[in-house]
Nanobody
Framework: QVQLLESGGGLVQTGGSLRLSCVASGRTFSSYAMAWFRQAPGKEREWVAA????????YYGNSVKGRFTISRDNAKNTVYLQMNSLEPEDTAIYYCAATQTTLVSASSFYAYWGQGTQVTVSS
């Protein structure tokens, strides 16, 4: 079983940066990938980024490519999302998730989710 706890959200001005953390506990070795999703009010959940558990291979959604970086610290069982050049459109609740499948961009294939952390980017 996998339990996830994300943190690091907050209020930042346009162009600023935040670093989100997701601490994983339990059977993390059974996960194929970890990912970040986000959801803004009135919008569908959006895939942000993913990183394979067994390697450093990363994938990014088009809306954050070049601005966000996903990374891991295996010793700490932690996944990070470094968010730079933030825009008001990035405002959302950010969730970390774990999947045992290869469909890393599809939320329906993630079995484990954190509770979310709010990111607000002011104009």
């Amino acid at each position: 079983q996998v339990q996830l706890l994300e943190s690091g959200g907050g209020l930042v001005q346009t162009g600023g940066s935040l670093r989100l953390s997701c601490v994983a506990s339990g059977r993390t070795f059974s996960s194929y990938a970890m990912a970040w999703f986000r959801q803004a009010p009135g919008k569908e959940r959006e895939w942000v980024a993913a990183i394979l558990w067994s390697s450093d291979t990363t994938y990014y959604g088009n809306s954050v490519k070049g601005r966000f970086t996903i990374s891991r610290d295996n010793a700490k069982n932690t996944v990070y999302l470094q968010m730079n050049s933030l825009e008001p459109e990035d405002t959302a609740i950010y969730y970390c998730a774990a999947t045992q499948t290869t469909l890393v961009s599809a939320s329906s294939f993630y079995a484990y989710w954190g509770q979310g952390t709010q990111v607000t980017v002011s104009s």
